[in-house]
């Protein structure tokens, strides 16, 4: 993963693949402004309409592990096989070849788990081939890794399309992530493994 182009700036440093197998402006508030008395009787204001509770968006979950679904894992192995169905006895569509490449897993049944990568290629594979350790594809060439979220931020090093790097930190619209010893912020728009809404500590 020795994809990142470090970038010295001002001071210190700055900074799957899948293979076949066979509000309104302008206005000022004023308190020195008296109404004009009126004949005409003065009306009730409308009352606002009640608010009504919106219920959250019901989890699906998996039928094996009660977990979400979808949700994004890694690779473990450097190799795994991506099954048609969720048994050996199906035959292996693709073979993927990177270690800790993000997949996520849309499905489940007893051993299996039902996985896709970035570019929608996948199948069923063991379990036992993926980790729960997260990590991301970087999606956009030479993102700046940036010491701290936001745009200003100095920047750290240069992150090529197709990193993959460990995923730490996200808040709303960034993510903090780590390869080849450098760790930076980078927007979440740029990734590919962390969903849109997600936010972690």
Same mark, same amino acid.
């Given at each position: 993963?020795?994809? #990142? ?8 440093? +700055?900074?799957?693949?899948?293979? %076949? ?16 008395? +009126?004949?005409? &009787? +003065?009306?009730?204001? &409308? ?7 919106? &219920? ?11 977990? %979400? ?18 048994? #050996? ?41 993926? +980790? ?70």
């Amino acid at each position: 993963m020795r994809n #990142l182009i470090i970038a010295a700036l001002l001071v210190g440093v +700055s900074s799957g693949m899948a293979a %076949p197998a066979a509000g309104q402006t302008g206005g000022q508030v004023r308190d020195d402004v008296q109404q004009a008395p +009126s004949d005409t &009787p +003065s009306q009730t204001a &409308p009352q606002p309409s009640p608010v009504q509770a919106v &219920p959250a968006p019901k989890i699906r979950r998996g039928p094996v592990t009660n977990l %979400p679904l979808p949700r994004y894992v890694s690779l473990k192995t450097g190799e795994g096989n991506v099954r048609r169905g969720p048994s #050996l006895t199906h035959r292996i569509d693709w073979v993927f070849t990177r270690r800790d490449m993000p997949l996520q897993i849309t499905g489940e049944y007893g051993h299996w788990r039902r996985v896709r990568d970035r570019d929608g290629a996948g199948g069923w594979m063991h379990y036992a081939l993926l +980790s729960g350790v997260r990590t991301v594809i970087v999606e956009q060439d030479l993102t700046p890794m940036r010491d701290k979220p936001f745009e200003q931020s100095q920047i750290r090093a240069y992150a090529e399309a197709g990193v993959v790097a460990e995923l730490d930190e996200c808040l709303i619209d960034w993510c903090q992530i780590e390869s080849d010893d450098q760790r930076g912020w980078v927007p979440k728009t740029t990734l590919w493994g962390v969903d849109a809404q997600e936010l972690r500590e």
